[in-house]
T-cell receptor
């Protein structure tokens, strides 16, 4: 079974630029999550999708962050414009949803904003 | 009330020893408590998880102890090995339908020969 795929793995941008991350969850997983992991901290949920719909985006900075999950499969997370404090690893995870709780994480995208 | 507090921040244990990491929570609505293991450059991976209807769960060398009244849970790694060196995160989530994980701050575990 293929795992959660993310790209790119690394990205360096200047502040005020925009950036997008892509995630392909495990096949058949209805629920998809984006987490932000700042160095030395635990992951923090940004947004949770159930199929196409948003379940929780309470911690997503909506003035600069946006995310979509078209057709209930792949997802993209965008930051526009980026700030220095956005430097972090962005993790995508997926789960079957509706019962089984295990979340499977991708390798993450390490973003550096200079 | 959504926080999960984790300690220690870092831990050094000799090979063959017992590694113990502790977590505490406030929100009594949490009903699922997993531990994740993360190696450098990788995403977290589920290690073991427990629900509050049991006080202990063991899988191989890994054991979760759960104290519902104290709102605390801990991870015990028996016979710790160098390959166990990683960062460990406790987490908690609520009911099905809102399974977002609230993570602790992590413990960097180093097993020395």
């Amino acid at each position: 079974e293929a795992g959660v795929a993310q790209s790119p793995r690394y990205k360096i941008i200047e502040k005020r630029q925009s950036v997008a991350f892509w995630c392909n969850p495990i096949s058949g997983h209805a629920t998809l999550y984006w987490y932000q992991q700042i160095l030395g901290q635990g992951p923090k949920l940004l947004i949770q999708f159930q199929n196409n719909g948003v379940v929780d985006d309470s911690q997503l900075p909506k003035d600069r962050f946006s995310a979509e999950r078209l057709k209930g499969v792949d997802s993209t997370l965008k930051i526009q414009p980026a700030k220095l404090e956005d430097s972090a690893v962005y993790l995508c995870a997926s789960s079957l949803g509706g019962g089984p709780r295990e979340q499977y994480f991708g390798p993450g995208t390490r973003l550096t904003v200079t | 009330q959504q926080q999960v507090k984790q300690s220690p921040q870092s831990l050094i244990v000799q090979k063959g020893g017992i590694s113990i990491i502790n977590c505490a929570y406030e929100n009594t609505a949490f009903d699922y408590f997993p531990w994740y293991q993360q190696f450098p450059g990788k995403g977290p991976a589920l290690l073991i998880a427990i629900r509050p209807d049991v006080s202990e769960k063991k899988e191989g060398r890994f054991t979760i102890s759960f104290n519902k009244s104290a709102k605390q849970f801990s991870l015990h790694i028996m016979d710790s090995q160098p390959g166990d060196s990683a960062t460990y995160f406790c987490a908690a989530s609520m009911r099905v339908g809102n399974e977002k994980l609230t993570f602790g701050t992590g413990t960097r575990l180093t097993i020395i020969p």
